[in-house]
């Protein structure tokens, strides 16, 4: 059974009322594939555009969607985070953005975890779009998470 429907099939948030306070963690990463001329803007650490670095600016909205994930999905809990941040690479020409978030609550923070590398990916397309729109977000993932009922570490 799903955990955010009732017992006749409703959606409904889930009960985390008896649940026991953790230290929970989560890291989720998305990889966004930029094409040569985007890449070429590379200086340093950061693309640099007339928008403003679009690494950093990519980290700031990440961070602000992490925090506002119950707005975005509908039957997450709000929850106050403890931590978010960010670690932004590249290879050749693939941006791996991982989005790490923690916090001691009742319930995990995967969600944000993905939330937040989501839109920080949206946000290296947003910032990048003007060189090309050909800009794959090729994948968005848990890598794991810890601190709840079942703890989850990707293995591939």
Same mark, same amino acid.
């Given at each position: ?78 929850? #106050? ?57 090729k994948e968005t993932r848990l890598l794991?998470?810890? #601190? #709840? ?8």
């Amino acid at each position: 059974m799903f955990s955010h429907l009732d017992s006749k099939g409703n959606p409904a948030m889930v009960d985390v009322g008896d649940k026991a306070v953790t230290r929970r963690v989560a890291r989720a990463r998305s990889i966004v594939v930029l094409n040569d001329a985007i890449m070429q803007q590379l200086q340093g650490e950061d693309i640099q555009t007339k928008k403003g670095p679009v690494f950093q600016t990519a980290i700031i909205a990440g961070t602000m969607a992490a925090k506002r994930t119950s707005d975005l999905i509908p039957l997450c809990h709000p929850l #106050g985070l403890d931590s978010c941040k960010f670690s932004i690479t590249t290879n050749g020409n693939e941006v791996s953005i991982e989005c790490t978030t923690a916090l001691e609550a009742k319930t995990g923070v995967e969600m944000e975890a993905l939330v937040g590398a989501s839109v920080a990916a949206l946000t290296v397309y947003d910032m990048c779009k003007a060189f090309s729109h050909d800009i794959v977000i090729k994948e968005t993932r848990l890598l794991d998470k810890t #601190g #709840g009922k079942h703890d989850f570490h990707k293995t591939d």
